[in-house]
């Protein structure tokens, strides 16, 4: 009777130590299975990062060019009418000179 108590305990003893260790390799695995996660977390939110920041810098890049070809078309915008406002004064200009070239040869003869 003894000697079947003492099994029994050894068994129980066995069992539980079975039962301890199982769980401690289940909490491994579940702690690897989740570091794992984890770092493909980290490395889809890396690469969803460049992403975004290729994206952004793209549309950065587009919206500077529309503003240079704005400024652009504008710059020449102005230069043409600066260039037709000097073109409507070069004839007064020249009359003026002229007239101002007579005069000084006049009150020098």
Sequence with gaps: MKTEV????????????TMIREVKEERERRVT???LRSDQLVMKAKVDLEERRKN???EAREEAKRRSAAALGEG???AAEMRE???KNFEKAVKF???RFEEELH???
């Design 85 to 87: 406002k000097g073109r």
């Design 56 to 58: 952004r810098l793209a």
């Design 33 to 35: 299975e989740a570091g």
């Design 76 to 78: 020449e915008k102005q």
């Design 97 to 99: 000179l002229s007239s």
């Design 6 to 17: 003492l099994r029994s305990i050894k068994k129980a003893e066995e069992e539980y130590r």
């Design 107 to 109: 009150a020098q003869g």
